[in-house]
T-cell receptor, first 117, second 117 residues
Framework: GAVVSQHPSRVICKSGTSVKIECRSL??????MFWYRQFPKQSLMLMAT?????????EQGVEKDKFLINHASLTLSTLTVTSAHPEDSSFYIC?????????????FGDGTRLSIL | AQKITQTQPGMFVQEKEAVTLDCTYD???????LFWYKQPSSGEMIFLIY??????QNATEGRYSLNFQKARKSANLVISASQLGDSAMYFC??????????????FGTGTLLAVQP
């Protein structure tokens, strides 16, 4: 079964709306989670690393004020796309790794398809 | 800086045949992990196989095997006995360090595999 849950799976909203996406680790505590963005037919691009109890680390070129990340608990990270515009339409996907799992891979949520009209 | 290169944007393979998806990487780290993920059209990221930089034997998982050539910095995925359900996007990814939950994954551009009946 899924070890990382992401919600919602799809969002369609008007330009100017803020959208919150949740990423939960289901059976482990994740001090670190990762947020990726994927445009159609392109690769996953890391946006930021979400750190529990501290500020997120953003990749170069990603606007901190546009993409707000909150990691308030050991099992939940949220990404808020503020004042979303059509160019923010994309597939957003989160991942996390169980710290105690050795060389095991990161587990991904099922992603969120965001469409801004 | 670490980099993953997948030079095949798309591949065709006949059902029941084997196919090799290419991946080369670049890193200055001695310790790293290499991963392959499958992404069907629905969007979820499905972990397929992992190879650690110190692993002497090539990883295998069912019909998937990883042809790891460390000196050439390549980590090609071999899928044997292709099935129609194998049609998907395939991503090669690298994580610097071994086992770290805080170490991010960097992805290649992906290869779209189409299995023909």
């Amino acid at each position: 079964g899924a070890v990382v849950s992401q919600h919602p799976s799809r969002v369609i909203c008007k330009s100017g709306t803020s959208v919150k996406i949740e990423c939960r680790s289901l059976d482990f505590q994740a001090t670190t989670m990762f947020w990726y963005r994927q445009f159609p037919k392109q690769s996953l691009m890391l946006m930021a690393t979400s750190n529990e109890g501290s500020k997120a680390t953003y990749e170069q070129g990603v606007e901190k004020d546009k993409f707000l990340i909150n990691h308030a608990s050991l099992t939940l990270s949220t990404l808020t796309v503020t004042s979303a515009h059509p160019e923010d339409s994309s597939f957003y996907i989160c991942s996390a790794k169980n710290p105690g799992s050795g060389n095991q891979p990161q587990h991904f949520g099922d992603g969120t398809r965001l469409s801004i009209l | 800086a670490q980099k993953i290169t997948q030079t095949q944007p798309g591949m065709f393979v006949q059902e029941k045949e084997a196919v090799t998806l290419d991946c080369t990487y670049d890193t200055s780290d001695q310790s790293y992990g290499l991963f392959w993920y499958k992404q069907p059209s629905s969007g979820e990221m499905i972990f397929l196989i992992y190879q650690g930089s110190y692993d002497e034997q090539n990883a295998t998982e069912g019909r998937y095997s990883l042809n790891f050539q460390k000196a050439r910095k390549s980590a090609n995925l071999v899928i044997s006995a292709s099935q129609l359900g194998d049609s998907a996007m395939y991503f090669c990814a690298m994580r610097e360090g071994l086992g770290g939950a805080t170490n991010k994954l960097i992805f290649g551009t992906g290869t779209l595999l189409a299995v023909q009946p």
